[in-house]
């Protein structure tokens, strides 16, 4: 017989992830004033939309922002723009972010979905879904 080192889980390691996963679920099915699009075809996963994704998330919870939501789509058409993110906030108009990188994604975030003011620089479109 092997012997195995693996650590038993404890009921706070279960309730740590429990919590975990209700902040994960609701950044992806959540009710939210702003919704952050994540374009996760494999055009886009390729060019690096799971980088863009895990920022955007990670920035999210760091912050608290519970009336954030981040959720991913398929492709959106444009291959040659990916990664791409879709930015859409209550009662306004969605705007199309392209050529993302976590860095220009976490900007997205400050300044159009917390600050109210388009990235011109990165935005492809508006009024687009």
Known sequence: MRSTNIAKLKIEDLEKIA??????????????????????GTCGIAAGARAVMT?????????????VLVTISSCAGLCGQEPMITVAIQDQPPVRYVNMT???ALEVLEKHVLGGRI???????????
Do not use: P, T, W
């Not at 209700?22 to 996760?40: D, F, P, S």
């Open 119 to 129: 990235v011109e620089a990165y935005a492809l479109a508006a009024n687009n879904k």
């Open 55 to 67: 920022a955007l998330v990670e920035a999210i919870e760091k912050q608290d922002l519970s009336d």
């Open 19 to 40: 919590r975990r996963m209700k902040k994960v679920i609701h950044l992806r099915e959540g009710e939210a004033k702003a919704k952050i699009i994540v374009h996760m």
């Open 102 to 104: 976590a860095a220009k």
